[in-house]
Nanobody, 125 residues
Protein backbone atom coordinates (compact mmCIF):
# COMPACT_ATOMS: atom_id res chain seq x y z
CA UNK A 1 0.00 0.00 0.00
CA UNK A 2 1.66 3.23 -1.19
CA UNK A 3 1.08 6.09 1.23
CA UNK A 4 2.58 8.98 3.20
CA UNK A 5 1.94 9.48 6.90
CA UNK A 6 2.90 12.69 8.72
CA UNK A 7 3.52 13.04 12.44
CA UNK A 8 5.22 15.36 14.91
CA UNK A 9 2.80 18.26 14.96
CA UNK A 10 1.59 19.89 18.14
CA UNK A 11 1.22 23.14 20.07
CA UNK A 12 4.25 25.26 20.96
CA UNK A 13 4.95 28.78 22.19
CA UNK A 14 6.55 31.36 19.89
CA UNK A 15 10.24 30.61 19.57
CA UNK A 16 9.72 26.90 20.05
CA UNK A 17 10.73 24.03 17.79
CA UNK A 18 9.14 20.96 16.25
CA UNK A 19 10.29 18.18 13.94
CA UNK A 20 7.75 16.83 11.50
CA UNK A 21 8.16 13.34 10.06
CA UNK A 22 6.76 11.89 6.85
CA UNK A 23 7.08 8.13 6.51
CA UNK A 24 6.61 6.60 3.07
CA UNK A 25 5.30 3.09 2.52
CA UNK A 26 6.37 0.99 -0.47
CA UNK A 27 8.82 3.51 -2.01
CA UNK A 28 12.06 5.37 -1.30
CA UNK A 29 11.61 9.10 -0.74
CA UNK A 30 15.01 9.97 -2.26
CA UNK A 31 13.91 8.63 -5.67
CA UNK A 32 11.18 11.22 -6.18
CA UNK A 33 10.35 14.88 -5.84
CA UNK A 34 9.11 15.39 -2.30
CA UNK A 35 7.71 18.43 -0.56
CA UNK A 36 6.26 19.92 2.60
CA UNK A 37 3.21 22.18 2.29
CA UNK A 38 1.00 24.03 4.73
CA UNK A 39 -2.53 25.35 4.70
CA UNK A 40 -4.71 27.48 6.98
CA UNK A 41 -8.52 27.73 6.80
CA UNK A 42 -9.67 29.85 3.88
CA UNK A 43 -6.24 30.01 2.25
CA UNK A 44 -4.59 28.07 -0.55
CA UNK A 45 -2.05 25.40 0.22
CA UNK A 46 1.50 26.72 -0.09
CA UNK A 47 4.88 25.05 -0.46
CA UNK A 48 7.24 25.29 2.50
CA UNK A 49 10.20 23.26 1.25
CA UNK A 50 10.91 20.64 -1.40
CA UNK A 51 13.59 18.21 -2.53
CA UNK A 52 14.11 16.71 -5.98
CA UNK A 53 15.51 13.28 -6.86
CA UNK A 54 19.02 14.73 -7.27
CA UNK A 55 19.04 16.09 -3.73
CA UNK A 56 18.42 19.76 -4.53
CA UNK A 57 16.45 21.43 -1.73
CA UNK A 58 14.44 24.64 -2.01
CA UNK A 59 13.01 26.45 1.01
CA UNK A 60 10.49 29.26 0.72
CA UNK A 61 11.72 32.70 1.78
CA UNK A 62 9.28 33.07 4.66
CA UNK A 63 10.83 30.14 6.55
CA UNK A 64 14.38 30.15 5.16
CA UNK A 65 16.92 29.93 7.94
CA UNK A 66 14.35 28.50 10.35
CA UNK A 67 13.07 25.36 8.60
CA UNK A 68 15.26 22.53 7.30
CA UNK A 69 14.19 19.63 5.07
CA UNK A 70 16.09 16.35 5.29
CA UNK A 71 15.79 12.74 4.15
CA UNK A 72 16.52 9.43 5.84
CA UNK A 73 16.22 7.11 2.86
CA UNK A 74 17.01 3.92 4.77
CA UNK A 75 13.92 4.63 6.86
CA UNK A 76 11.83 5.95 3.92
CA UNK A 77 11.31 9.16 5.83
CA UNK A 78 11.22 12.87 5.02
CA UNK A 79 11.68 15.39 7.84
CA UNK A 80 10.99 19.08 8.41
CA UNK A 81 12.92 20.62 11.31
CA UNK A 82 11.21 23.82 12.41
CA UNK A 83 12.95 26.33 14.69
CA UNK A 84 11.98 29.78 15.98
CA UNK A 85 8.32 29.10 15.29
CA UNK A 86 6.01 32.09 15.05
CA UNK A 87 2.20 32.40 15.16
CA UNK A 88 2.10 32.85 11.38
CA UNK A 89 3.54 29.34 11.04
CA UNK A 90 0.30 27.90 12.45
CA UNK A 91 -1.18 25.58 9.81
CA UNK A 92 -1.91 22.04 8.80
CA UNK A 93 1.33 20.67 7.37
CA UNK A 94 1.25 18.12 4.56
CA UNK A 95 3.85 15.85 3.00
CA UNK A 96 3.61 15.14 -0.74
CA UNK A 97 5.39 13.16 -3.45
CA UNK A 98 5.46 13.07 -7.23
CA UNK A 99 5.16 9.32 -7.11
CA UNK A 100 5.96 7.31 -10.24
CA UNK A 101 8.49 9.77 -11.69
CA UNK A 102 11.87 8.53 -10.49
CA UNK A 103 13.78 11.21 -12.41
CA UNK A 104 12.43 14.46 -11.03
CA UNK A 105 14.62 17.50 -11.60
CA UNK A 106 12.31 20.04 -9.91
CA UNK A 107 11.38 22.17 -8.12
CA UNK A 108 7.95 21.49 -9.53
CA UNK A 109 4.56 23.11 -9.19
CA UNK A 110 2.12 21.92 -6.56
CA UNK A 111 -0.18 20.58 -9.28
CA UNK A 112 2.35 17.88 -10.18
CA UNK A 113 2.39 16.24 -6.76
CA UNK A 114 0.13 13.19 -6.90
CA UNK A 115 0.50 11.56 -3.49
CA UNK A 116 -0.41 13.36 -0.27
CA UNK A 117 -0.50 12.58 3.42
CA UNK A 118 -3.45 13.50 5.61
CA UNK A 119 -1.54 16.27 7.40
CA UNK A 120 -0.36 17.11 10.91
CA UNK A 121 -1.45 20.24 12.77
CA UNK A 122 1.08 22.82 14.01
CA UNK A 123 -0.18 25.53 16.36
CA UNK A 124 2.05 28.35 17.61
CA UNK A 125 0.53 30.61 20.26
Amino acid sequence: HVQLVESGGGSVQPGGSLRLSCVASQFKVSHYCMGWFRQTPGKEREEVASRNSLGKIVVTDSVKGRFTLSVADAEDALYLHMDSLQPEDTAMYYCAARFGYSVCTGPIGIELYNLWGRGTQVTVS
